[in-house]
């Protein structure tokens, strides 16, 4: 478990992507960053995953620092 820094939630104008960062720079070894939303009164979902570089799914992309320490989740 490393420890994160993030933004409790965000907001933009609608049909303009949202950008989620947040800092683990705790993170050692081959870690997953994992993301997950969760709306008020439901249970956490799964949105994306990645080990290095950048990944987009259906649900969102998320941008992964070279060093690790750090990545930036887009919502479109």
Do not use: F
């Not at 303009?16 to 720079?25: A, Q, R």
């Not at 008020?40 to 320490?69: C, F, W």
Request: proline fraction near 9%; charged fraction near 15%.
């Amino acid at each position: 478990d490393s420890k994160t820094t993030q933004p409790n939630s965000g907001e933009g104008a609608e049909e303009e992507p949202v950008h989620l960062p947040c800092n683990h720079s705790t993170i050692s070894g081959p870690e997953y960053i994992s993301w997950y939303r969760q709306i008020p009164h439901q249970g956490p979902e799964y949105l994306i995953h990645g080990l290095n570089n950048n990944v987009t799914n259906r649900m969102a992309s998320l941008s992964i620092a070279i060093d690790r320490k750090s990545s930036t989740l887009v919502l479109p």
